[in-house]
């Protein structure tokens, strides 16, 4: 699934071989996520991002979350999600 871009910014679902850019992301930028994610210290490897991955996707198959990349002229900056939808007021949180 993707997102119809915006200016040079695309929305899409992150798939397995995303990892290593995620991952790369995250832990360059650790010093100013870590006030706003707690899991951050967890994330040690590609490994782990990998495992987000599939998690997030197997949540979004299910109909739990959505979780997307955010794709800035071709290159990862960023995830955004909705953890909780309320499927009969058609709402997502």
């Not at 990349?69 to 955004?80: D, E, K």
Request: some cysteine; proline content about 2%; hydrophobic content about 45%.
């Amino acid at each position: 699934m993707e997102l119809a871009p915006t200016s040079d910014i695309r929305l899409r679902l992150m798939d397995e071989a995303h990892a290593q850019e995620l991952f790369r992301l995250v832990d360059a930028n650790r010093m100013h996520l870590r006030e706003w994610l707690p899991w951050l210290d967890s994330q040690q490897g590609v490994a782990d991002s990998l495992q987000f991955i599939r998690v997030v996707r197997d949540q979004f198959k299910n109909n739990e979350s959505m979780a997307m990349g955010i794709w800035y002229q071709g290159s990862l900056c960023g995830v955004i999600s909705y953890h909780r939808f309320d499927w009969m007021n058609k709402s997502g949180m």
